[in-house]
């Protein structure tokens, strides 16, 4: 095989061969192995013409697969006329290295992949520098077997033990190169976390921020849409869109909040990847409320389940308030599985983002949890605050006002939520609150029950998520 196949990553339109070797601790499903391979590989503009699963106690240390069955891929590659053969695991530049010569193709692991389409699907700069940061630290350890111009090369007469040709030298720039650009990129993705840092804390004290999140290609651009009316792409590919959208939620006349579509989760994410989108998951970790999107009509939709309460506690968000939509209603086979969904679930919500079903009772929820317990309140504001009556002739029920009692004062008699009582000293001019006492809590009753922790997500016969890694 010619070296420089290595100089390029990228499969689109290249006939694949997905393999994918099933240890004692796979994350696959098994029920289907090589499902969510099969769709990256499209989402990346490989054909699939083959699948080879192959069962193993431990790893090959030169080949992960072992001698015999690479040499039997590499049969199947000379028979299809395959260009790529892409694996379900992550391997060592050696593994890949001796991979190649035997199947005389190119090799992919399955992180190599995941870069291929985020590469190619990142738009905005804060995520083309994340995805370069990934990409450059993914690499800088293979620059040896990865790039042909990189190969040692003797150095010719009089030349001693250890002595270095321009080849090696070259391996040296290079990764100099590599370095300095790590340094640099690192830099200019902390000054956009800082940013990102104080934009988000910025806009939680004046807002109810809520986000979307889920395994990718759940239904959530598309929910962002129908609650929003944003017109955000929608594809049926994994990792549609890599970047977080914000947009205002109108959930009552006088009420309103911030809903973010982030990035889809998968199933052993790149670690570079995990640390270089800490910007961008930014909005899930600083959230007043996380919508879980679930795709019910989906096979595998309960270990996709597991799979994102691992990667939101691993982000650090398994204290907060969660709410667990079983989205795709309208696309479920069989009424029974709606049902076991509802069964073990009872506190998720049924919805389509298509259809509209359920998001109405979705915002009243929201709402309900947005606004908080509910207090009778007397309420004193000055009566030349025009700002601060109208706040509260606003956000509040008005009882009864009274002009006369407190000199120069309005004495306003409300029903308030406790979040607008927060609120209100942002927006009146010295209010005193004359006595105030709870009537009920929205989070029950019409509102339905509050949502969950993170940690809480899953029924406790799952057991303890374990900590995993954010997919997109």
Not at 121 to 138: D, G, P, S
Not at 140 to 147: E, N
Not at 178 to 195: E, G, H
Not at 430 to 449: R, T, V
Request: overall charge neutral; glycine content about 8%.
């Amino acid at each position: 095989m010619s070296k420089d196949h290595r100089t390029e990553l990228s499969v689109h339109r290249e006939k694949a061969i997905l393999v994918g070797v099933l240890l004692p601790d796979s994350t696959a499903d098994p029920r289907d192995p090589l499902g969510e391979l099969a769709s990256l590989a499209a989402t990346a503009g490989a054909e699939v013409i083959e699948r080879v699963i192959q069962q193993r106690q431990s790893i090959d240390p030169g080949t992960y697969i072992g001698r015999g069955k690479a040499e039997e891929i590499g049969r199947m590659v000379k028979a299809h006329g395959a260009e790529v053969v892409i694996f379900d695991n992550d391997m060592s530049p050696n593994q890949l290295r001796d991979l190649e010569k035997i199947c005389d193709c190119k090799v992919l692991d399955r992180s190599e992949l995941i870069l291929d389409i985020f590469g190619t699907r990142a738009r905005t700069h804060e995520a083309q520098l994340q995805v370069a940061l990934a990409q450059l630290e993914y690499t800088y350890p293979r620059l040896r077997h990865m790039w042909a111009h990189l190969e040692r090369i003797g150095s010719g007469a009089g030349a001693g033990v250890g002595a270095r040709g321009p080849g090696e030298m070259q391996l040296e720039i290079d990764r100099r190169l590599v370095r300095d650009k790590v340094s640099d990129l690192k830099k200019r993705i902390a000054q956009v976390q800082d940013r990102k840092s104080r934009e988000v804390s910025t806009r939680k004290e004046q807002h109810f921020t809520v986000s979307l999140v889920g395994y990718t290609n759940a239904g959530k651009s598309t929910m962002f849409n129908t609650l929003t009316g944003a017109g955000t792409f929608v594809e049926d590919k994994l990792f549609a869109t890599l970047d977080t959208k914000t947009r205002q939620w109108r959930l009552a006349s006088a009420h309103s909040g911030l809903l973010s579509d982030t990035v889809g989760f998968v199933r052993d994410l790149p670690h570079h990847l995990v640390a270089s989108f800490k910007a961008t998951l930014e909005e899930a970790t600083h959230a007043d409320l996380l919508l879980v999107v679930l795709d019910v009509s989906h096979p595998h939709a309960m270990q996709q389940l597991i799979s994102v309460q691992k990667v939101l506690m691993d982000i650090g968000c398994g204290n907060q308030r969660a709410q667990l939509l079983l989205n795709k209603t309208d696309a479920v086979a069989s009424p029974d599985d709606l049902a076991f969904w509802k069964l073990k679930f009872p506190s998720a919500l049924p919805v389509s983002a298509k259809s509209g079903e359920g998001v109405a009772r979705l915002t009243e929820l929201v709402l309900g949890t947005m606004l908080g317990e509910l207090l009778h309140a007397r309420i004193s504001v000055p009566l030349s605050d025009s700002k601060g009556i109208t706040f509260l002739e606003k956000f509040a029920t008005v009882l009864a006002r009274d002009y006369e009692t407190v000199a120069n004062r309005a004495v306003l008699e409300v029903h308030i939520s406790s979040r607008i009582m927060q609120q209100m000293y942002n927006h009146a001019r010295h209010p005193e609150i004359l006595w105030q006492q709870p009537i009920h809590n929205n989070n029950g009753g019409s509102h339905g029950p509050a949502p969950l922790l993170v940690s809480q997500l899953l029924p406790a016969d799952f057991g303890e998520p374990r900590v995993a890694k954010p997919g997109m």
